[in-house]
T-cell receptor, first 115, second 115 residues
């Protein structure tokens, strides 16, 4: 079985400070991990993904995520938050089932960057 | 993402009515997906299609049906709408062939209210 947990419903951070949005996962086999962002009244936008290789993945808008196999985590980070980063963030893991690529999503974390 | 469009963007209907949500894409992707988003639950997969002749049930297919009319079009139908189908519905596409590594690209969503 595969699942994703985002332990924080809400994260508040001051503009200019570093931000972290947490994600832990459970998956059969090797994990393929994704981060998406949802702005108000918009669809989900792809930020980054981990497939293999370097544990630090860089993505869009200055975001990066660190894959930690021993802790089964894939936390999203940004060195300096912007007010425009305020949005709903989803972590997702790809299914291990052969022939399918079903994404299993976490429940989302709402990030608010305070000016 | 303007490459994936959904119609209508908002819909109000009554219990027992049949409705159809439509998704079109100009990305030339083989794979298309329908998800629903509920507050606090993240996104859950309803149906997915790997090509015109390949339709598969997702996690929560009961009460829904789909039609892949062409590579670019994937419609979701609620045969007899009920209030607990009130949700935000997303269509997504992926290029296919990359297996679990593929990135899914989402439409802007359809907000459905069933009275």
């Amino acid at each position: 079985a595969q699942s994703v947990a985002q332990p924080e419903d809400q994260v508040n951070v001051a503009e200019g400070n570093p931000l972290t949005v947490k994600c832990t996962y459970s998956v059969s086999g090797n994990p393929y991990l994704f981060w998406y962002v949802q702005y108000p009244n918009r669809g989900l936008q792809f930020l980054l993904k981990y497939i293999t290789g370097d544990n630090l993945v860089k993505g869009s808008y200055g975001f990066e995520a660190e894959f930690n196999k021993s802790q089964t985590s894939f936390h999203l980070k940004k060195p300096s938050a912007l007010v425009s980063d305020s949005a709903l963030y989803f972590c997702a893991v790809s299914s291990g089932q052969t022939g399918a690529n079903n994404l299993f999503f976490g429940t989302g974390t709402r990030l608010t960057v305070i000016p | 993402d303007a490459d994936v469009t959904q119609t209508p963007r908002n819909r109000i209907t009554k219990t027992g009515k049949r409705i159809m949500l439509e998704c079109s894409q100009t990305k030339g992707h083989d794979r298309m997906y329908w998800y629903r988003q509920d507050p606090g639950l993240g996104l859950r997969l309803i149906y997915y299609s790997f090509d015109v002749k390949d339709i598969n049930k997702g996690e929560i297919s009961d009460g829904y049906s789909v039609s892949r009319q062409a590579q670019a079009k994937f419609s979701l139908s609620l045969e007899s709408a009920i209030p607990n189908q009130t949700a935000l519905y997303f269509c997504a596409t992926a290029v296919g062939g990359a297996g679990r590594q593929e990135t899914q690209y989402f439409g802007p969503g359809t907000r459905l209210l069933v009275l």
